[in-house]
């Protein structure tokens, strides 16, 4: 069976708290909690095994934080490897306010990280990138310490084994992997607006991002708009991604939830149109599920199935 490397170099204990309304100051009593073990590889890691993909997860966990994160993808049963680094691992936090239907999200950067460290990720991914891997996808940002070349690296090494990479980062690593050339990039408008340097308000915008995106080395190149949709540019044609049929409350994590279900359709022998399709409709499922890249993967099926 193929399978899914799922880098994810800067994991966290993602939290999400809901409250009956967010007052600055004020001492608040969720009515919701919730912590999954996430980060944005993480995320899209677990949104392609819940759809049904063979997946590892490559990171680096610290400390009592990381024996938690380890646990949870044991119980969920998304095989990892893992680097143990010195420290703790972050916990970012989304809090939700369901009476102005916004969310205020605060994302701890993380720990400094030894180049020893990431030298032992690149390593295990590289053992990863044997047979049965056809897929390898990279999320986030480059962890405090690391340089920028990171993502390149590790973009050069899947190209030697014949792995097509998908991308889902910003700043130095995604500049770092588009000078690699790799099969597939996905940003949001605003991830595309800081990498060519002007906005990306709409949908023609998005449309000559996708474009100079690629011509700065992606194969095919996806940029999403959140409940605006998206385009995608390949060398054949140019897609275009509806709007989501439904809203849900719960939007973080959705962009990794769309690079995971990406990869599970392409995985499962989708032609890029058909996984593009189920990629939207595992995002609009995401956001219907507290926690980062938790899902039902009947409903995003089903959605899936109508947008055909």
Known sequence: MSRLVCVAPNPSIDRL?????????????????????????????????????????????RGHAGHWIEEQLERLGVRSRVVWASGETRTCISIRDPETDGLTEIYDRGDPLATSDWTAMERLVDEELGPGAELLTISGGIPPGVDDDAFGRICRAARRSGVRVLVDAYGPGLVGALRERPWLVKVNAAEASELIGRPVQGESDASQAAVEIRRLGADVAVVTMGRAGGVASMPEHELRLPPPPMIGPYGVGSGDAFLGGLAAGILSGESMPNALVLASATATAAAQSPGPGNLDADLARRLSATSR
């Open 17 to 61: 708290y809901e409250l009956e309304r967010l007052r600055a100051g004020a001492i608040h009593r969720p009515t919701l909690s919730v912590a999954v073990p996430g980060g944005k590889g993480l995320n899209a890691a677990r949104a392609a095994h819940t759809l049904g993909a063979d997946v590892v997860a490559v990171t680096i966990l």
